[in-house]
């Protein structure tokens, strides 16, 4: 999300004991999550204007995410043009998800920005029930009302105390559904391009767009300091999207939800440390609801069945 962040559709991982996951998938779906919490921040240490932040994010991770994807027998000739135009239309997508997120998180708590740039695993869902024609489940109707339940709490309480914050909410929940448009275009990508190629694809995509945006809004592009801007490639483009790349291939769809939880919890944990961002009763409420609405959307459904992430 939130960071705005990367998700590809992810085949179920083959069958094994639920009790015996490797150890390595749940280390790396620690440390991504972790990584992927920290982006908020480093976008409000940026001294260039936060879209500028998320093009210096995209831009500095490209080489890496390229190189790699090239290592792992990539070849950019090789993919047909159809699949370069959605991946084209998904970075376009992706490119506004950052600005939208990047805007909000400088109008919002961390741990707002974080839940509401992660609601993308609710909607993704929503997108499914319609094209299948298939209602939701029990569960997944419980998920949904839950998480209703749980921003109208978060954002109402959020306007309550200092109107700007719920701007900022609304910025962040925008990113959601931008970045449920670029899920649904990426889908198509995948059904060919392995993911780490996708995600080296979906970010040289999303290059121009962002710079143009940052440009069209009168944003300072140039940092006086690089050290924060690498920071947020790294953390959140190259370990944080790798890592939980990784995990989700190997874990099960409900580890990975509770997983994501780590992330609102740690960017509330920065909030605090940091920048003094007191959460009231409403607001403990509102996460808690959002958080078991995302665990429970989390459970495979049939007719999605994958996996999502984002960060």
């Not at 996951?21 to 919490?37: D, E, H, K, Y």
């Not at 391009?193 to 694809?201: G, N, S």
């Not at 009763?281 to 429970?296: C, E, F, R, S």
Request: with cysteine; glycine share 8%; proline share 7%.
């Amino acid at each position: 999300m939130a960071d705005s962040s990367f998700s590809t559709p992810i085949a179920p991982a083959p069958d094994r004991p639920a009790d015996a996951p490797p150890a390595s998938a749940f280390v790396a779906l620690i440390i991504g999550n972790v990584a992927l919490a920290f982006g908020p921040w480093f976008v409000r240490m940026a001294d260039t204007g936060p879209v500028a932040s998320a093009f210096w994010r995209i831009t500095l991770a490209a080489p890496v995410l390229v190189a790699a994807a090239l290592v792992t027998g990539w070849r950019p000739a090789r993919v047909s043009r159809s699949i370069w135009l959605f991946v084209i239309l998904a970075g376009i997508c992706f490119a506004a998800d950052l600005s939208s997120w990047h805007i909000g998180i400088l109008q919002t708590t961390l741990a707002n920005a974080t839940l509401f740039g992660n609601s993308t695993i609710l909607f993704f869902p929503i997108y499914g029930f319609f094209i299948v024609r298939a209602l939701p489940s029990r569960t997944q109707g419980v998920a949904l009302a839950l998480a209703a339940i749980g921003a109208s709490l978060l954002m109402g309480q959020s306007y309550s105390l200092d109107p700007r914050h719920l701007g900022g909410d609304l910025l962040c929940l925008l990113a959601g559904i931008l970045y449920t448009a670029y899920f649904v275009l990426m889908a198509r990508a995948r059904e060919t391009v392995a993911p780490l190629a996708t995600l080296a694809m979906s970010t040289l995509a999303s290059i121009a767009p962002l710079l143009v945006f940052a440009v069209l809004l009168g944003e300072k592009i140039l940092p006086d300091h690089w050290g924060v801007l690498i920071g947020l490639a790294f953390c959140s483009q190259v370990l944080g999207q790798g890592m939980m790349i990784y995990a989700l291939g190997k874990l099960s769809p409900l580890v990975i939800g509770i997983g994501l939880l780590i992330q609102p919890i740690v960017a509330a944990a920065v909030g605090w440390i940091v920048y003094q961002e007191q959460l009231g009763p409403a607001d403990l409420i509102g996460a808690i609801l959002v958080a078991i609405a995302l665990v429970l959307v989390r459970r495979p459904a049939p007719p999605l069945g994958v996996a999502v992430a984002s960060g």
